[in-house]
């Protein structure tokens, strides 16, 4: 339970986002080409890695990780540490573009590739969306084109270590071409759907998509 202090801070920060949403800020109205630029319009470079969350961190040992895949796919799993853990591992290197502004160059991950996941569950083909689901209550939602792409992992390391516990550890899913609020940290579900259902942050008023080049941060 959050304490009043604390619910108090998490409703002041979801309001000001929702406001800057309404507003617009941060808009430079450009559009750029990521083969041209690595910086996509209206970002800054950081060398920290900024920690962003609703102010929970859930504590996950990881003998109690979860994660579910279920919806529309032929075969639904819920797979346990060790499961997750036998799955084939590779390493990913990716920029991260957050929309509140700050972008992170080369960034090492060690993960499994969302491909991995899907040919375990073999999604439908009415499976058009994915939602995910994580620890804290949080919420997102990506198309199948942009869940699938060859790129998006569930990391468990950063930087030669385990994932942080405030970076999402055990568990978080990473998703490099679109805006970092579509990399949900301390995943506990991906729920396979006909129709897109908004997240947390997309009902409050950012874009359902959020590609960082075409500048969709809001609407
Ligand atoms: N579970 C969960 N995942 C989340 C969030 C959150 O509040 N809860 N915030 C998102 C947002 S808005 C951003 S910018 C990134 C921040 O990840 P970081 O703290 O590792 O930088 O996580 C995303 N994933
Ligand atoms: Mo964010």
């Known amino acids: 339970m959050p304490g009043d202090d604390e619910g108090r801070f998490r409703d002041k920060l979801i309001r000001t986002k929702e406001s800057w949403a309404r507003a617009g800020r941060l808009l430079t109205g450009q ?19 900024p920690v962003l969350d609703l102010g929970v961190q859930p504590n996950l040992p990881p003998e109690d990780v979860r994660l579910g895949l279920d919806g529309l796919v032929a075969v639904p799993v819920r797979l346990d540490w060790a499961a997750l853990q036998a799955l084939p591992r590779e390493a990913f290197r990716n920029d991260i573009h957050c929309v509140t502004q700050w972008s992170r160059y080369d960034n090492d991950w060690d993960g499994v590739p969302v491909s991995s996941l899907l040919e375990m ?71 396979f759907l006909s129709e897109d259902r908004p997240g947390f942050w997309e009902v409050r008023g950012y874009h359902h998509r959020g590609d960082p080049w075409l500048e969709e941060r809001y609407g």
């Open 31 to 49: 559009t750029s080409d990521p083969a041209q630029d690595r910086l996509p319009p209206g970002q800054r470079l950081v060398t920290d890695f």
């Open 121 to 191: 569950v073999r999604p439908k083909d009415e499976a058009r969306f994915v939602s995910l689901e994580a620890h804290d209550g949080y919420t997102t939602n990506l198309a199948m084109e942009d869940f699938a792409r060859p790129e998006n992992f569930l990391a468990f390391g950063w930087a030669g270590r385990p994932l942080e516990r405030q970076h999402g550890g055990p568990m978080r899913l990473v998703v490099p071409h679109l805006y970092f609020w579509k990399s949900p940290k301390w995943l506990r579900r991906i729920e």
